[in-house]
């Protein structure tokens, strides 16, 4: 669309940008200037320059936190992508299944985060729940309470749960746009499924994927509620994330300089990932 | 093959219900029977679990809360959004792109990073504890969802629409309510059905935000646990109740939601 040079167009966004910026800016600076000095409380600062960071970025509890961070988010986008695009490939095109198809699965969209987790603690718990039950019933010995490699495949089979579907109604509202005429010419020519997924369908879901993609990174690289009210971030530390690690620094153990320039670093490597995104959807927009 | 076909869906359907189910029926079952016995439906049926829910004021009124705030939001956010949204979809102007990503990072931002200083900020304005602090701290990811959902429909109308109505002697405000406020309700309603869904699901913030007037109702959930030991049957209760705004909200905007998400605007 042609849109005109307008300046006075500011006035309809200050209110946005006045309740975004009470929001955002005022509490960053707060974190900015933890980042850089040391307190005592009653509000004497002292400064303390990049100590902060530099503690932050050599010690070891960070690395950890972070290497789980990623192995976690990369993980779910690898399950959860494909999942999706094959969930939404073979639901129904029409007919009573489509709504019913819809409301269903969005339900765990919609449900409280804590609640998540509790659901998740009742559902997996090995002696009342019902994975964890038949899991023992069928000879895994299964506790996720106690094993790290339970408590990560609970933690992640519930994120699974909770959030495939959002790729599968991203990627079901990005085939229903393809039009008829395109699949006609495919069958005229004889193309195989294979060739029509790769040819006409993927390439026509390449943007609502890569939103798929970047809401999931963003979403996943966050998580907070729903593995603290799983797993408390344990078996000891084995799926204390990123965001769980930082509240305990922060809140826990009132360790307010480091916890502030963690904040720091964390929220620019979601912001560097997700720019390099934005900046790629954006080019194939202009592009399209 | 064409039956076949609904085999996929209907496992992932299954997969997502088995542990609500697990839920409703923990809620339906005594605490005896949970923690004694390992059985697939309630033995012993019981209400009581909601009963108590109902009766207690300190577990109804944290439904109260969350709606109370969730709604105030929404209302908030979209209110907020549809000028700026407007600005962005029809005009050019200094630092509209910037601004619009500016925007964006804060749907981006961990809560977790903000939890500390919110609560510094909103207790040194005299607002902790109200659901207007829990509103206004929701405005962070709430209002750039909300533009960038509504610029969306707002770019699919076309221009022609608003220069029509300048010819015809419309004032500018007149034009903004009286016309394209119309031309865009399935917009309008996605949105409010996104700021609910993101406001009412947001816990991390909400649960610093507050302490006893205006805790919600997911909060008052884990603080019992934690406190009256494990009383999984009112905890299942108490989460079973959460999942019904959500599914009435989804009730209503079923057929818009798959359209929603096409603009990938979440």
Partial sequence: ?288 | MKKAKWVVPTIYIIFLMLPIYWLLNMSFKTTTEIINTYTLWPKEFTLDNYKKIFTDSTWYTGYLNSIYYVVMNTVISVAAALPAAYAFSRYKFLGDKHLFFWLLTNRMAPPAVFALPFFQFYSSVNLFDTHVAVALSHCLFNIPLAVWILEGFMSSVPKELDETAYVDGYSFWRFFFKIFIPTITAGIGITMFFCFMFSWVELLLAKTLTAVAAKPIAATMTRTASTSGYELGLLAAAGSLTIIPGAIVIYFVRNYIAKGFALGRV
């Fill in chain 1, 1 to 288: 669309m042609n849109k005109t040079v307008n300046q006075k167009a500011w006035f309809f966004v200050i209110p946005v940008f006045v309740l975004v910026a009470f929001n955002a800016i005022i509490p960053l600076m707060t974190v900015v200037n933890y980042a850089f000095q040391e307190t005592f409380g009653n509000n004497v600062f002292m400064w303390e320059g990049t100590r902060w960071f530099k503690q932050i970025m050599l010690s070891e509890r960070f690395h950890a936190s972070l290497g789980r961070q990623f192995l976690f988010t990369f993980i779910i986008l690898f399950i959860q992508i494909p999942l999706g695009i094959a969930i939404a490939l073979t639901m129904p095109k029409e007919g009573i299944g489509v709504p019913v198809c819809l409301v269903l699965m969005s339900m765990p969209l919609l449900i409280p985060w804590n609640v998540v987790g509790a659901m998740w603690n009742i559902f997996a718990l090995p002696d009342i729940g019902f994975l964890g039950h038949s899991l023992n019933a069928l000879g895994f010995d299964y506790n996720f309470t106690q094993q790290i490699g339970d408590a990560w495949f609970t933690t992640i089979l519930m994120d699974v749960w909770h959030w495939t579907s959002l790729v599968v109604l991203l990627s079901y509202a990005g085939l229903r746009s393809i039009q008829p005429a395109y699949y006609q010419a495919a069958e005229i020519d004889g193309a195989s499924r294979w060739a029509i997924f790769t040819k006409i369908e993927l390439p026509k879901m390449k943007k609502v994927l890569t939103i798929a993609i970047l809401l999931r990174f963003m979403d996943s690289f966050m998580i907070y509620t729903e593995p603290f009210v799983l797993t408390g971030g344990g078996p000891g530390n084995a799926t204390a994330f990123l965001s769980i690690d930082l509240v305990k620094m922060a809140l826990g153990q009132f360790d307010l300089g480091p916890a502030a320039a963690m904040s720091l670093i964390y929220f620019f490597i979601v912001l560097l990932v997700c720019w390099v995104f934005y900046t790629l959807m954006m080019r194939n927009e202009e592009k399209s």
